[in-house]
């Protein structure tokens, strides 16, 4: 049997299968109570969403206002400059035709040549500013995105767990709780058998064992079955045991028997129940 349960408690809030249903594969199985768990999935969305903003945020660098305002400035700053510069040559002229001082030459030079720092040290902001963020606060933002990413992960692996679906397709042989009940984490709710893990068990003696080994095929019917079915051995009990006293033989010629084991292909498609009655043959 395959004893489906989740690894999270909570309460039983729906039971979607039935004794004796056949539920196919990805169908639903049961729903215990996701609450905090759809509620913690939300907030670690909200924190990668937060997450994945900050760091397109330092992609982009400034905005384009604040751009343009240091073009502007650049362009401000490049006007005075060309305008020292001309103030600078008319007092260099003068200055060389002795009509102004040392000190004013001077001045006037050393103006022309701070407006041009000027317009050098705002043309290196705006290329700073197209640029962003620094690429260690990028890489960062990366990691923050990544972690918040996980802790989402984390949440919806928590949301799925707490609604577990058959893995293949099984018959439903027992449900082990009711709606509204209590299940704690690792508890079997659901109890399937898939069709693959049906097996023939049968008892043979002891010169019959001799005969057997595992690979052989052996014929199994059942009551209202016309055609034998093939099924594959697949153990042989080394040790010898007492006939069961409910062993359904026509003769029952030994009292130590060896217990045989074997399986269906997975097309046969046999329709057995748990504890039905066969008969087996070579």
């Known amino acids: 049997y395959v004893y489906v349960a989740s690894s999270l408690a909570g309460r039983l ?3 979607a299968v039935q004794r004796g249903q056949t539920v196919e594969s990805g169908m639903p199985l049961f729903t215990l109570d996701p609450t905090i768990e759809a509620a913690n999935l939300r907030e670690a969305r909200e924190r990668l969403s937060q997450a994945q903003s900050r ?12 751009l343009a305002a ?10 005075a400059s060309d305008l020292a510069q001309l ?50 606060n990028i890489h960062a933002a990366e990691a923050e995105v990544a972690a918040a990413q996980t802790g989402v992960d984390r949440a919806q692996w928590s949301v799925t767990e707490k609604a577990p679906v058959a893995s ?9 709780f009711r709606e509204g009940e209590m299940v704690m984490a690792g508890q079997p709710v659901v109890a399937l058998l898939p069709p693959a893990n049906l097996k023939v068990r049968f008892f043979v003696p002891e010169s019959a064992r001799a005969t057997l080994a595992v690979g052989d095929t052996v014929q199994v019917s059942f009551t209202g079955d016309t055609t034998p ?6 153990y042989l009990s080394p040790q010898a045991e007492f006939t069961p006293p409910v062993l359904y033989n026509r003769e029952n010629r030994a009292k130590l028997v060896f217990m045989i084991e074997a399986v269906f292909a997975p097309d046969a498609g046999v329709e057995l129940l748990p504890g039905q009655p066969v008969d087996v043959a070579r």
């Open 229 to 234: 079915t093939p099924a594959e051995v697949v």
């Open 55 to 66: 760091l397109l945020d330092l992609r982009k660098g400034q905005r384009p206002s604040e």
């Open 168 to 176: 293949e397709e099984a018959l439903v042989h027992d449900t082990l």
């Open 70 to 79: 240091l073009a502007a400035r650049i362009d401000q700053a490049r006007d």
């Open 87 to 136: 103030e600078a040559q008319r007092v260099a002229q003068l200055f060389e035709n002795n009509v102004v001082s040392t000190e004013s030459y001077d001045q006037a030079r050393l103006s022309a040549q701070g407006q041009e720092a000027q317009v050098r040290e705002l043309e290196a902001q705006l290329a700073t500013a197209q640029l962003g963020a620094r690429i260690d």
């Open 13 to 15: 809030e729906h039971l």
